[in-house]
């Protein structure tokens, strides 16, 4: 692969670190509330894959603020993602500021990138176990 030079990052693949101040009590969190695996470990960080892309958790000191979406998984049936979440024990922000809010769990937002050829997008967000704020998010077309 060559780079472009205008461009030195346009065929970079875009990999989400998250920090865990636990490592084990956040692979305990991944797996039994979202059922999901680590492919890879080494010491101090767990790698984790859906679908195309990749993220990492790392043992850190800091703590992140929770304030912000870390993260987000985007979904073809929110409703379906968010059931099996629950059933696992997830608990989802509800959220009500003006012109924003959820209706069990889930938020409708207008509006979306072009390029994604959705008129808006669905989202639930959640807390892992360290304080890193999770989505989850359905485009509407």
Do not use: H
Request: with cysteine; aromatic share 8%.
């Amino acid at each position: 692969m060559t780079v472009d030079e205008d461009n030195p990052l346009a065929g970079a693949r875009v990999a989400t670190r998250l920090p865990a101040q636990d490592l084990d009590r956040a692979r305990r969190f991944y797996a039994d509330k979202l059922g999901l695996r680590p492919v890879d470990e080494r010491p101090g960080g767990l790698l984790y894959r859906c679908g195309n892309a990749e993220f990492a958790l790392f043992r850190s000191t800091g703590a992140s603020s929770g304030a912000f979406t870390q993260m987000a998984f985007e979904v073809d049936d929110i409703e379906a993602v968010v059931a099996g979440l629950r059933r696992r024990g997830v608990v989802f922000e509800e959220v009500d500021v003006p012109g924003f809010r959820t209706s069990g769990g889930i938020a409708e937002t207008d509006g979306n990138y072009p390029s994604k050829g959705a008129r808006g997008e669905r989202g639930v967000w959640f807390r892992d176990s360290e304080g890193n704020m999770l989505g989850v998010g359905e485009p509407v077309v």
